[in-house]
Nanobody
Framework: QVQLAESGGGLVQAGGSLRLSCAASGRPFSLYHMGWFRQAPGKEREFVARISKSGDSTDYTDPVKGRFTISRDNAKNTVYLQMNSLKPEDTAVYYC????????????????WGQGTQVTVAS
Protein backbone atom coordinates (compact mmCIF):
# COMPACT_ATOMS: atom_id res chain seq x y z
CA GLN A 1 0.00 0.00 0.00
CA VAL A 2 1.09 3.58 -0.62
CA GLN A 3 0.67 6.38 1.89
CA LEU A 4 0.40 9.96 0.68
CA ALA A 5 0.95 13.12 2.70
CA GLU A 6 0.20 16.56 1.29
CA SER A 7 1.83 19.77 2.49
CA GLY A 8 2.27 23.35 1.39
CA GLY A 9 -1.25 24.66 1.79
CA GLY A 10 -2.06 27.92 3.51
CA LEU A 11 -3.56 31.38 3.20
CA VAL A 12 -2.50 33.54 0.27
CA GLN A 13 -3.72 36.75 -1.34
CA ALA A 14 -5.35 36.66 -4.75
CA GLY A 15 -2.66 36.73 -7.42
CA GLY A 16 -0.20 34.94 -5.20
CA SER A 17 1.42 31.53 -5.51
CA LEU A 18 1.71 28.31 -3.54
CA ARG A 19 3.45 25.04 -4.20
CA LEU A 20 1.82 21.91 -2.87
CA SER A 21 3.82 18.77 -2.28
CA CYS A 22 2.65 15.19 -1.91
CA ALA A 23 5.15 12.77 -0.45
CA ALA A 24 4.64 9.06 -0.99
CA SER A 25 5.84 6.17 1.09
CA GLY A 26 5.36 2.43 0.81
CA ARG A 27 5.46 0.82 -2.59
CA PRO A 28 7.64 2.28 -5.40
CA PHE A 29 6.27 5.69 -6.29
CA SER A 30 7.32 5.42 -9.94
CA LEU A 31 4.76 2.65 -10.50
CA TYR A 32 1.85 5.04 -10.15
CA HIS A 33 0.24 7.80 -12.11
CA MET A 34 -0.63 10.72 -9.87
CA GLY A 35 -3.31 13.35 -9.72
CA TRP A 36 -4.49 16.36 -7.76
CA PHE A 37 -8.10 17.01 -6.85
CA ARG A 38 -9.79 19.72 -4.84
CA GLN A 39 -12.99 20.09 -2.87
CA ALA A 40 -14.52 23.41 -1.96
CA PRO A 41 -17.09 23.72 0.84
CA GLY A 42 -20.46 22.41 -0.28
CA LYS A 43 -19.12 21.19 -3.61
CA GLU A 44 -18.14 17.88 -5.13
CA ARG A 45 -14.50 16.85 -5.28
CA GLU A 46 -13.14 17.88 -8.67
CA PHE A 47 -10.18 16.92 -10.82
CA VAL A 48 -7.36 19.46 -11.08
CA ALA A 49 -4.40 17.81 -12.80
CA ARG A 50 -2.74 14.46 -13.49
CA ILE A 51 0.71 13.26 -14.46
CA SER A 52 1.89 9.96 -15.87
CA LYS A 53 4.30 7.61 -14.11
CA SER A 54 7.29 8.92 -16.03
CA GLY A 55 6.14 12.53 -15.92
CA ASP A 56 6.03 12.92 -19.69
CA SER A 57 2.28 13.37 -19.91
CA THR A 58 0.17 15.90 -18.01
CA ASP A 59 -3.40 17.12 -18.16
CA TYR A 60 -5.36 19.91 -16.45
CA THR A 61 -8.89 21.01 -15.91
CA ASP A 62 -9.67 24.11 -17.94
CA PRO A 63 -10.00 26.60 -15.03
CA VAL A 64 -6.37 26.05 -13.99
CA LYS A 65 -4.68 25.75 -17.38
CA GLY A 66 -1.86 28.24 -17.72
CA ARG A 67 -1.80 28.88 -13.95
CA PHE A 68 -1.08 25.48 -12.35
CA THR A 69 1.74 23.06 -13.14
CA ILE A 70 1.93 19.46 -11.99
CA SER A 71 5.31 17.78 -11.80
CA ARG A 72 6.97 14.87 -10.05
CA ASP A 73 10.36 13.79 -8.80
CA ASN A 74 10.45 10.01 -8.68
CA ALA A 75 13.80 10.03 -6.89
CA LYS A 76 12.16 11.97 -4.06
CA ASN A 77 8.85 10.08 -4.21
CA THR A 78 7.05 13.40 -4.49
CA VAL A 79 4.50 15.02 -6.76
CA TYR A 80 4.05 18.78 -6.84
CA LEU A 81 1.39 21.27 -7.81
CA GLN A 82 2.72 24.75 -8.51
CA MET A 83 -0.17 27.20 -8.33
CA ASN A 84 0.27 30.72 -9.68
CA SER A 85 -2.13 33.63 -10.15
CA LEU A 86 -4.38 32.20 -7.50
CA LYS A 87 -8.02 33.26 -7.37
CA PRO A 88 -10.54 33.13 -4.52
CA GLU A 89 -12.38 30.38 -6.41
CA ASP A 90 -9.28 28.18 -6.03
CA THR A 91 -10.03 27.99 -2.30
CA ALA A 92 -10.48 24.32 -1.40
CA VAL A 93 -8.95 21.32 0.27
CA TYR A 94 -6.45 19.85 -2.18
CA TYR A 95 -5.86 16.12 -2.34
CA CYS A 96 -3.29 14.07 -4.14
CA UNK A 97 -4.14 10.61 -5.36
CA UNK A 98 -2.46 7.70 -7.10
CA UNK A 99 -3.57 5.25 -9.76
CA UNK A 100 -2.15 1.98 -11.05
CA UNK A 101 -3.76 2.40 -14.47
CA UNK A 102 -3.57 5.73 -16.31
CA UNK A 103 -6.56 7.59 -14.90
CA UNK A 104 -9.19 9.88 -16.24
CA UNK A 105 -10.72 12.75 -14.32
CA UNK A 106 -12.97 10.65 -12.11
CA UNK A 107 -12.20 10.11 -8.44
CA UNK A 108 -13.02 6.44 -8.90
CA UNK A 109 -10.07 6.08 -11.29
CA UNK A 110 -7.67 6.54 -8.37
CA UNK A 111 -6.71 3.82 -5.91
CA UNK A 112 -5.33 5.73 -2.92
CA TRP A 113 -5.54 9.22 -1.48
CA GLY A 114 -3.87 11.61 0.86
CA GLN A 115 -5.61 13.44 3.69
CA GLY A 116 -5.64 16.82 1.98
CA THR A 117 -4.22 20.28 2.59
CA GLN A 118 -6.24 23.48 2.86
CA VAL A 119 -5.66 26.31 0.39
CA THR A 120 -7.39 29.60 1.08
CA VAL A 121 -7.15 32.51 -1.34
CA ALA A 122 -8.21 35.87 0.06
CA SER A 123 -9.63 38.53 -2.24
Amino acid sequence: QVQLAESGGGLVQAGGSLRLSCAASGRPFSLYHMGWFRQAPGKEREFVARISKSGDSTDYTDPVKGRFTISRDNAKNTVYLQMNSLKPEDTAVYYCAGARIYPGAASSDYNFWGQGTQVTVAS
